[in-house]
T-cell receptor, first 113, second 112 residues
């Protein structure tokens, strides 16, 4: 079984719609992250959370919000999707405490028409 | 503004050759430098990482060379194989900054 899962894997939506991407992990890690990947730009951090009560903005948080429902669940929302939010979205986890390796989910391909 | 600059964008190497990917950074607060490997349709996975207290780290065919004074680090893949064909990302993270910065990626193709 995958340690970090993301749903849905693919989503096509229209401009102005609200979208939620979900991430679950079975690694028991406290730290969770949301990134977006665009060609030629690598991965950029949207939000991260170090525990259920801790939410922090990353490099590109505008237009996004997150919710940490439990240690194992971290969801990303686009309140009103726009076409330039079309991208590949990845959730990741890490253990923390000096162990910085991040473990990535399989990604969600989002297309906003 | 990309804090970690990666080159080349794409690289074609013959089987058995050496693949070299370079990264440069500006922020001297970075103290963890990983390389991630990503296959199509998959998430990135950690390949190898280094901290600035050493100048080189080797794991099998993969070596990171780190030059702290030049603020540069590179990935060397020895005896490159077709199965190494993937996109490689360098990244950097600071001890007091939880925002991991990634390079733009290098698409490596190893021809049989």
């Amino acid at each position: 079984d995958a340690d970090v899962t993301q749903t849905p894997r693919n989503r096509i939506t229209k401009t102005g719609k609200r979208i939620m991407l979900e991430c679950s992990q079975t690694k028991g890690h406290d730290r969770m992250y949301w990134y977006r990947q665009d060609p030629g730009l690598g991965l950029r951090l949207i939000y991260y959370s170090f525990d259920v009560k801790d939410i922090n903005k990353g490099e590109i948080s505008d237009g996004y919000s997150v919710s940490r429902q439990a240690q194992a669940k971290f969801s990303l929302s686009l309140e009103s999707a726009i076409p330039n939010q079309t991208a590949l979205y990845f959730c990741a986890t890490s253990k923390g405490g000096g162990q910085d390796e991040q473990f990535f989910g399989p990604g969600t391909r989002l297309t906003v028409l | 503004q990309q804090q970690v600059k990666q080159s080349p964008q794409s690289l074609i190497v013959q089987k058995g050759g050496i693949s070299i990917i370079n990264c440069a950074y500006e922020n001297t607060a970075f103290d963890y430098f990983p390389w991630y490997q990503q296959f199509p349709g998959k998430g990135p996975a950690l390949l190898i990482a280094i901290r600035p207290d050493v100048s080189e780290k080797k794991e099998g065919r993969f070596t990171i060379s780190f030059n702290k004074s030049a603020k540069q680090f590179s990935l060397h893949i020895m005896d490159s194989q077709p199965g190494d064909s993937a996109t490689y990302f360098c990244a950097a993270l600071g001890a007091h900054n939880n925002d991991m910065r990634f390079g733009a990626g290098t698409r490596l193709t190893v021809k049989p």
